[in-house]
């Protein structure tokens, strides 16, 4: 290693080892000629519960646990005229439904510095995920059921699919369902998922425009990609990778480091998405989503606000502690289209709030390494992160963190 890259090592040294340069929202940036690869891996524990408009907690899966009536399967407002019975009326029975899902994000981040106040870097995730789905129907409540004579000569209902069961109806079954949502709306089976691939890859620079000796400002622009796959529309328990459009980010960080051992870090996030076509199911009610309306619709994603303090202190000359909290926001998302659809039912509950939390340690070899007794300068962190309180379907979730870096 060449005497700038040296000098450079030595430079990182008298910072905080922070969970590593630009992996945390600070105003750090490498010295010229330095480069990092950071391989950061987040192991979610189960999630089963989001939070719902009030803040409230409530099964991921409670918008699939409901009455099997005319309001999630409208055909049968048809069989409640033919036979007179009360709007509403009309059910298949309940649905019992249950989500939870596993969720593994690996990254690999690479950056480098360019001069000794601009940093360039790139954030490629990689996701795997499974949704352990368990799903029936309770039929014990059911007011209407198959036809048996259907298809046979002389069927006293005119050949009706459905007829009530006080006059011969038969209940469905699990799979009678499934086969209904398959043949007549086009949805897949609701059944386990799983699913590894990319998400949506970030690239961006960082600039230090000033470093004094009590405060570090810069500010970090970028764009995230569109690569990782988008939600199926025809799939009620899959999880989409990415959001399906470019977004141009913003971040503006000021540290202050006045204070021995201590650093205070304070930043603002902006992503801005840009409008983009995709093809979504267009439900009349956003708690009811079984519908057969679907329609690639206008969408514009709505804007990402992000405020995050964090804290980080250096115990011994290797291991330093952080302590982050962040709160997020994001605005109401705009869809329309042509086909006379409720778009409206597409924009509630898209705008969320989040509150997350996040304590790690992390570890330097690099004054080790100045001292020739470690071969690599490298950084490893160990980290607990939980989102605590949120709003409007944002997932309650929480992971340990494990991430590596390496400096050359």
Same mark, same amino acid.
């Given at each position: 290693?060449?005497?700038?890259?040296?000098?450079?090592?030595?430079?990182?040294? *008298?910072?905080?080892?922070?969970?590593?340069? @630009?992996?945390?929202?600070?105003?750090?940036? =490498?010295?010229?000629?330095?480069?990092?690869?950071?391989?950061?891996?987040?192991?979610?524990?189960?999630?089963?519960?989001?939070?719902?408009? &009030?803040?409230?907690?409530?099964?991921?899966?409670?918008?699939?646990?409901?009455? =099997?009536?005319?309001?999630?399967?409208?055909?049968?407002? =048809?069989?409640?005229?033919?036979?007179?019975?009360?709007?509403?009326?009309?059910?298949?029975?309940?649905?019992?439904?249950?989500?939870?899902?596993?969720?593994?994000?690996?990254?690999?981040?690479?950056?480098?510095?360019?001069?000794?106040?601009?940093?360039?870097?790139?954030?490629?995730?990689?996701?795997?995920?499974?949704?352990?789905?368990?799903?029936?129907?309770?039929?014990?409540?059911?007011?209407?059921?198959?036809?048996?004579?259907?298809?046979?000569?002389?069927?006293?209902?005119?050949?009706?699919?459905?007829?009530?069961?006080?006059?011969?109806g038969q209940p469905l079954t699990t799979d009678d369902v499934q086969d209904l949502l398959v043949r007549e709306y086009g949805y897949k089976k609701i059944e386990p998922w799983s699913k590894d691939g990319l998400s949506d890859i970030?690239? +961006?620079?960082?600039?230090?425009? @000033?470093?004094?000796?009590?405060?570090?400002?810069?500010? *970090?622009?970028?764009?995230?990609?569109?690569? +990782?796959?988008?939600? /199926?529309?025809? &799939? =009620?328990?899959?999880? +989409?990778?990415?959001?399906?459009?470019?977004?141009?980010?913003?971040?503006?960080?000021?540290?202050?480091?006045?204070?021995?051992?201590?650093?205070?870090?304070?930043?603002?996030?902006?992503?801005?998405?840009?409008?983009?076509h995709e093809e979504l199911r267009v439900p009349e009610d956003p708690n009811h989503p079984i519908t057969v309306n679907k329609e690639r619709v206008d969408r514009d994603l709505g804007d990402v606000f992000e405020a995050?303090?964090?804290?980080?202190?250096?115990?011994?000359?290797?291991?330093?502690?952080?302590?982050?909290?962040?709160?997020?926001?994001?605005?109401? /998302?705009?869809?329309?289209?042509? +086909?006379?659809?409720?778009?409206?039912?597409?924009?509630?509950?898209?705008?969320?709030?989040?509150?997350?939390?996040?304590?790690?340690? *992390?570890?330097?070899?690099?004054?080790?390494?100045?001292?020739?007794?470690?071969?690599?300068?490298?950084?490893?962190?160990?980290?607990?992160?939980?989102?605590?309180?949120?709003?409007?379907?944002?997932?309650?979730?929480?992971?340990?963190?494990?991430?590596?870096?390496?400096?050359?």
């Amino acid at each position: 290693m060449n005497v700038r890259v040296l000098a450079a090592l030595l430079t990182l040294a *008298t910072c905080f080892a922070s969970p590593g340069i @630009l992996w945390a929202d600070t105003a750090e940036v =490498l010295p010229k000629g330095v480069s990092v690869i950071n391989l950061n891996s987040e192991l979610y524990f189960p999630i089963d519960e989001r939070y719902d408009p &009030n803040g409230d907690t409530e099964d991921i899966a409670a918008d699939f646990n409901a009455n =099997l009536n005319s309001t999630v399967f409208r055909d049968l407002a =048809l069989m409640e005229a033919a036979f007179m019975m009360p709007p509403g009326s009309a059910t298949l029975g309940s649905s019992v439904v249950s989500f939870e899902y596993e969720a593994y994000v690996f990254e690999f981040k690479f950056y480098h510095g360019i001069t000794d106040r601009l940093t360039a870097g790139i954030n490629i995730p990689y996701w795997v995920m499974k949704n352990k789905v368990n799903a029936r129907v309770d039929s014990s409540t059911a007011t209407v059921g198959t036809n048996p004579y259907l298809g046979m000569p002389g069927d006293p209902f005119g050949g009706a699919p459905f007829i009530p069961i006080s006059l011969g109806g038969q209940p469905l079954t699990t799979d009678d369902v499934q086969d209904l949502l398959v043949r007549e709306y086009g949805y897949k089976k609701i059944e386990p998922w799983s699913k590894d691939g990319l998400s949506d890859i970030e690239v +961006g620079i960082r600039y230090q425009y @000033l470093n004094t000796e009590n405060w570090r400002l810069a500010c *970090t622009a970028g764009v995230i990609l569109p690569t +990782g796959v988008e939600d /199926d529309p025809d &799939n =009620l328990v899959d999880y +989409g990778f990415g959001s399906g459009t470019y977004a141009p980010f913003l971040s503006l960080h000021t540290d202050y480091v006045g204070i021995k051992n201590l650093l205070l870090d304070l930043t603002l996030h902006y992503e801005l998405y840009l409008p983009h076509h995709e093809e979504l199911r267009v439900p009349e009610d956003p708690n009811h989503p079984i519908t057969v309306n679907k329609e690639r619709v206008d969408r514009d994603l709505g804007d990402v606000f992000e405020a995050e303090a964090e804290c980080q202190y250096q115990f011994t000359e290797g291991l330093s502690g952080f302590a982050i909290y962040k709160y997020g926001q994001k605005l109401k /998302d705009g869809i329309s289209g042509d +086909g006379g659809f409720s778009y409206e039912a597409l924009e509630d509950e898209t705008n969320y709030t989040e509150h997350v939390a996040k304590v790690g340690l *992390t570890y330097s070899t690099i004054p080790l390494y100045q001292e020739k007794k470690f071969p690599v300068p490298m950084t490893l962190s160990i980290s607990y992160r939980n989102r605590f309180a949120g709003s409007n379907n944002v997932f309650k979730s929480e992971y340990i963190g494990l991430s590596v870096s390496v400096y050359f």
